[in-house]
């Protein structure tokens, strides 16, 4: 999609899809903005080494996640769920990210990975993700929150690189 477009889905099934390049089943690009309610990403991946976002990828884009269903999605280097860097602000509530992976030697986050952009949400869980680092989740430094961050559980997430970041870094 084209900047300045915004994009509303609801209760849809996002299934065994595979990019070559970043986001499984869906890539957000630069001034792009979406809104996903009461859906799921099942069994979505990125084929490439390197790429991001097995079951969504964001560059530059918003997007709000609201009930969203994350479960046994593959990326190879950050993102085995969901992805995104480069600006944008992504509200996640009510989600929950379950057995996804990330594959490449240095991948971190395998459940979520934020990068240099703005974050709000509250109520989601991880549970059983795994990746080298940051197993559950991984928030690079530069990754501002807009408010607090309320009940985010980490349940049985691992890492497999020393020292060991198992739930969230």
């Avoid at 991946?45 to 884009?61: D, K, L, N």
């Amino acid at each position: 999609a084209d900047q300045n477009t915004e994009l509303f889905i609801d209760t849809c099934i996002l299934e065994a899809n595979t990019s070559t390049r970043y986001g499984g089943a869906i890539h957000i690009r630069q001034g792009v903005t979406v809104t996903l309610i009461c859906s799921t990403f099942s069994g979505n991946t990125t084929s490439t080494a390197g790429c991001s976002g097995g079951g969504i990828f964001s560059y530059g884009g918003s997007m709000s996640l609201f009930d969203i269903s994350f479960t046994g999605n593959t990326g190879h280097h950050h993102g085995g769920g969901a992805a995104a860097w480069n600006g944008g602000t992504h509200q996640i509530s009510d989600c929950h990210f379950t057995g996804n992976t990330t594959l490449d030697s240095n991948s971190t986050g395998g459940g979520l990975y934020l990068n240099n952009c703005t974050l709000t949400g509250s109520d989601n869980t991880f549970t059983s993700n795994a990746s080298q680092d940051g197993g559950g989740a991984w928030f690079d430094s530069s990754v501002t929150v807009d408010g607090q961050l309320d009940r985010w559980d980490f349940i049985g997430n691992s890492a497999s690189i020393e020292p060991v970041d198992g739930g969230a870094n």
